[in-house]
């Protein structure tokens, strides 16, 4: 698995892990993007949760990521932005029965992830001042304890604070 909050580099450092040791790149925010396109049953709720700058329910989160393992050939995945919560995280592990074998987290000034957010330029409808400022201070009331959870079972590797 792979953490880091909004803007850290998840995205751009997950191309290269994939290319180097060919793991399927499974980005969560991408799955639930598809998600809200697609008109889905779950499009709808998704879109009216990113806009407010809230974590998807976990038991959604989980599913679109389990539909995409089981129909890859590849059995070597990197989760890309999940767990985001302890809910998610505990979800996660209750519906898979199993934890990431190493967690990645990047740990980047939240000065410098607002900066790489904004100047994206994706089209996305959460790259936007109010909602990343939103969405940096749920990354940070919830991700940090699955960040610390992790670290307490010797799974996570911190790629300290960096600069573009």
Do not use: W
Request: with cysteine; glycine share 8%.
């Amino acid at each position: 698995m792979l953490s880091g909050g909004p803007g850290s580099g998840k995205g751009t450092q997950c191309a290269r892990i994939v290319e180097t040791f060919g793991f399927k790149h499974l980005s969560a925010g991408d799955l639930l993007r598809k998600e809200v396109v697609s008109a889905s049953e779950y499009g709808t709720m998704i879109l009216d949760t990113i806009r407010e700058g809230r974590i998807v329910p976990s038991a959604v989160t989980v599913k679109l990521i389990l539909r995409e393992m089981e129909s890859s050939d590849n059995h070597k995945f990197l989760i890309d932005g999940f767990p985001r919560s302890e809910e998610n995280r505990i979800a996660f592990e209750r519906i898979t029965g199993s934890e990431p074998d190493f967690v990645l987290f990047f740990d980047c000034p939240e000065e410098e992830m607002v900066k790489r957010v904004l100047s994206r330029n994706q089209g996305r409808i959460d790259d936007n001042i109010d909602t990343i400022k939103k969405r940096l201070k749920v990354f940070e009331a919830l991700n940090l304890p699955v960040v610390d959870h992790y670290e307490k079972r010797g799974k996570l590797h911190r790629v300290g604070k960096f600069t573009s």
